[in-house]
Structures are given as C-alpha cells and as structure tokens.
C-alpha cells in the first residue's frame, strides 16, 4: 500500500492498494475504499464498531426519534455501531433501554442488553418485551441481504427483510413508536408503503449524508404508530432472505 499526496496542498492523503495474488480485483476495490472512506477512520478513532453509526446519527439529527428514556430494539445488530449510538441517546435524566437482536455471535456493548436470536424465531417478540420490561418505543433495522449483483434480486431480499421487520415492529411497537428500517432505490414498495401509512401517522424516505453516493440504500422512517396490528400483518412473510445483519458498513 502507499500514499500520496499531490502538490502539496494538504488534501487527505489517498492510499492506493496493489492488488494482491489471491485478492480480487472487487476485493481490492473494496479494500482501497475502506481505507480512504473518512467516516470509517472517525468512526475507528471514536472507537464505533461501523461507519454505519454516522448514518443513525444523521437520521436522528433530522428526525429526532431517539432520546432519553426511549426503549429501543436493533434489528440484525452485529458488529453494533447503530446499538451503540442507540446507547448513548437514549441516557438522561431518565434511563433508556437498548436491546440488540442478531443470529450471529456479537460482542457485549455497555449499556445494551445483546441477544444472539434470530428476530423470525417465534419467540422473539415475547424475549424482547422481557427484556425491555414492556413494549419497544423503537425498532430499527439496517438489515441487508448479501448482495448477488443482481439489482432486482437484491432489491426483492432488502424488501421482504424490510417486510419481515415490519411484522416484528408492529408486535413490539408501543402506540406512537418509531420503524427505521433500510430500503433500496426506488423506495419501499407500493403495498408495503401503504401498509406503513395505514398503521402509522407519518411516513419519510431519507438517505443520510454519510450513505455512500454510489449505493443503492435509503431509508423508511414510519413515526406515531398507532397501536395494533392491521390485516396485512397477520401472516409473516414466508420468503425473508437469509444473510440478515451481515451486510452493515
């Protein structure tokens, strides 16, 4: 690896990655991305566990969701940077609870209850009331399917997690919670996007500023839910893809 910088005019220095016998050219692309992504060196510097932290950040700032007292569930948590900034908005004069949910194996986060289940186990819902001592004020999800490099294929898996999630919020949600949950371009599909409206006061598209220009990821934001849940939730989507949580950066 090395770096440079041009002309002297204190620009961030670039770090060019050679490509290495065994490492794919999309590999190496990946690779020299990561090094030179600001929001991945502050997010090592603050010590958060993802560059997606900045996104839940940006989300909150402009919508104001989160906040003390606040009980919160993370969706497909691993490696923990959303559960983290979770943690830290929902302290106060009056403390919040913060559960992460994952299937894969993560590591403790001060301030969080971690629970290593898969969210579509049938006993999810009932564990994470427990362990929030009630209903959930907030359900966030920036969960994402392996990519397959196939646009439709990949925005189909992005909406039935969407989907699945939204089934999981609308048992845990408390009359007036939140849903955050990770979409693709072209939004949230007609019939799921009217189902957010019918169960919800407000509903928002947003694509924070630290998203990368070049991919395909935005979010729905549904605020005020109203309690219950409508005939379209009635049966869990039987299609949810698996590789739910693994694709946060």
Same mark, same amino acid.
């Given at each position: ?6 002309? =002297?005019? +204190? ?23 990561? /090094? ?5 060196? %502050?997010?090592?510097?603050?010590? /958060?566990?993802?560059? !997606?932290? *900045? ?10 969701? /989160?906040?003390? =007292? ?10 923990? +940077?959303?559960?983290?900034? $979770?943690?830290?908005?929902?302290? +106060?004069?009056?403390?919040?609870? #913060? ?10 986060? !001060? ?12 006993? $999810? ?13 907030? #359900?966030?999800?920036?969960? !994402? ?22 089934? *999981? ?13 990770? #979409? ?24 924070? @500023?630290?998203?990368? $220009? $070049? ?9 005020? *839910? ?9 049966? @869990?989507?039987?299609? !949810? @893809?698996?590789?739910?949580? %693994?694709?946060?950066?």
């Amino acid at each position: 690896m090395t770096g440079r910088r041009k002309g =002297g005019t +204190g620009r961030q220095l670039t770090t060019r990655v050679r490509t290495a016998r065994g490492r794919s050219a999309s590999s190496t692309r990946w690779l020299q991305r990561q /090094l030179n992504d600001p929001y991945v060196a %502050e997010a090592a510097r603050q010590g /958060l566990r993802s560059r !997606a932290a *900045f996104k839940l950040i940006e989300l909150d700032d402009r919508f104001h969701f /989160l906040g003390p =007292g606040k009980r919160v569930v993370d969706l497909g948590a691993a490696p923990g +940077g959303w559960t983290q900034i $979770a943690v830290a908005r929902v302290q +106060g004069k009056k403390e919040g609870r #913060v559960v992460a949910i994952d299937r894969l194996a993560m590591d403790p986060i !001060a301030g969080a209850i971690v629970l290593e289940l898969d969210f579509l186990d049938p006993s $999810a819902p009932e564990r994470i009331r427990e362990a929030l001592d009630g209903p959930a004020d907030i #359900v966030l999800s920036d969960m !994402a399917a392996q990519a397959s490099g196939h646009a439709p294929t990949d925005h189909l898996r992005i909406m039935a997690l969407c989907e699945a999630a939204l089934d *999981f919020a609308e048992e845990v949600l408390t009359p007036g919670g939140t849903f955050l949950a990770k #979409v693709l371009q072209g939004g949230t599909e007609k019939e799921l996007l009217q189902r957010m409206k019918a169960r919800f006061r407000t509903v928002k598209h947003a694509k924070p @500023p630290s998203s990368r $220009a $070049a991919s395909a990821e935005s979010y729905v934001i549904a605020m005020g *839910f109203k309690g219950g849940r409508g005939d379209a939730a009635t049966e @869990p989507p039987q299609d !949810a @893809p698996e590789g739910h949580g %693994e694709e946060r950066s």
